[in-house]
């Protein structure tokens, strides 16, 4: 069983910044594609960063310049930079990644962190 654990959410004004962490644990023999997903209420869940083992990244239109995406495969951590900050980044941000692990390859999700931007 391979677990997802994200820290470092929580309130800061517009224009400021948080860096999300995302760690994984357990029988985990190599992390494939990673990524961070939102969902703010009311909405659908929506992918914000991806990226993959070898480091290629992807985001979505509304964060390009903003957030930067990072992971360290010796820790098995994801990281999400976050900068410049609006109201519209409010929700609730989950880690994503394909893990092959003792079972084979599988998605798992973390539990979501809180990001609240006030105006």
């Known amino acids: 069983q391979v677990q997802l654990v994200e820290s470092g959410g929580g309130l800061v004004q517009a224009g400021g910044s948080l860096r999300l962490s995302c760690a994984a644990s357990?029988?985990?023999?190599?992390?494939?594609?990673m990524g961070w997903y939102r969902q703010a209420p009311g909405k659908q869940r929506e992918l914000v960063a991806g990226?993959?083992?070898?480091?290629?990244?992807n985001y979505a239109d509304s964060v390009k310049g903003r957030f930067t995406i990072s992971r360290d495969n010796a820790k098995s951590t994801l990281y999400l930079q976050m900068n410049s900050l609006k109201p519209e980044d409010t929700a609730v941000y989950y880690c994503?990644?394909?893990?092959?692990?003792?079972?084979?390859?599988?998605?798992?999700w973390g539990q979501g962190t809180q990001v609240t931007v006030s105006s």
């Open positions: 357990g029988r985990i023999f190599r992390m494939n594609n």
């Open positions: 990226i993959s083992r070898g480091g290629v990244t």
């Open positions: 994503n990644a394909n893990v092959l692990g003792g079972a084979g390859p599988l998605d798992y």
